[in-house]
């Protein structure tokens, strides 16, 4: 009984932790991706918030000729434009952080209150950011993929020939397909079935599978539906006519290109105000810069011999 009661009244942990020190995280936000999108594409500064996009009409009019040997009349021509060129506006992604003073003035040993908090926001904002620039019904890669650019899965699992009928969509110095992990493990299952597994590249001090030298990027924000994703194979670059990004530069409280932190000042109530905003949009240069695989089927398994489990 001594030995039961001496065990009750031993100093437990408790009351131990109430004077031992700890070690504390940083707030941990497990909604944070890589964006692979946001480091591949490229960014292009656009003035007043408006980018506007001239092409060529009509190329097939444009006349020239291999001249002959004798005095035969050349063509005349011109590049004619399009009449209505498309303008690109910048969508801003934005939020208002409050915090109260007394917890900035109190709690904010060892990790800064204010400082944590806007950490946090941007990266949410981030987050948003590269899924307005693949599902946005009005700018979104999704949405901006031409009729004749969309192709369909012979069997429904992405296979080596549906990836390679992208490639023949875009065949002018494609840059990378994108699409949600789960297809991109779909295709490695078809990929091994048949007994060429995909070779891997580092990017970024990470590794990814490709298919014909070009990698596959992963992105949680291609949407999924009914077992169901989407491949979307890219060009990118001015220079190629591809995909590019936008941002506003020169803003006020300007953090990185197109992202802006201001303090909006301290209200009656000691709530201080921070307007968090990320101005962005995207293009797509010309239409055979961009195309997709729909209807991708992430569910489907096979059956291996023993020796393969």
Known sequence: MADNKADHLALGDNAARQLANTTKTAPQLSTISPRWLVHLLQWLPVEAGIYRLNQVKNPEDVLVACAKRDESDLPTTFVDYEDQPREYFLNAVATILDVHTRVSDLY???????????????????????????????????????????????????????????????????????????????????????????????????????????????????????????????????????????????????????????????????????????YCSLAVLTPDALAVLEDVEIGKYHDYPDTYK
């Open 108 to 278: 904010s040993s060892p990790y800064d209150q204010i400082k944590e908090q806007l950490r946090l926001t941007i990266e949410i904002i981030k987050e948003k950011q590269e899924s307005e620039l693949i599902n946005n019904p009005d700018y979104g890669l999704l949405a901006s993929v031409a009729e004749e650019q969309r192709v369909f899965p012979l069997t429904g699992a992405p296979t080596p020939d549906d990836l390679d009928e992208l490639l023949t969509k875009v065949w002018k110095e494609p840059a990378f397909f994108l699409t949600h992990p789960a297809a991109i493990a779909a295709f490695g299952r078809e990929c091994t079935r048949r007994g060429v597994p995909p070779p891997t590249v580092s990017l970024f001090g990470a590794q990814f599978l490709t298919w014909r030298g070009i990698p596959l990027i992963p992105s949680d924000k291609v949407p999924v539906a009914d077992g169901k994703t989407k491949i979307i194979l890219l060009r990118v670059g001015d220079k190629r006519q591809g995909v590019v990004g936008l941002f506003q530069p020169g803003l006020p409280g300007e953090q990185s290109p197109g992202l802006s932190v201001r303090f909006m000042g301290i209200s009656r109530n000691a709530i201080a105000s921070y307007l968090i905003s990320l």
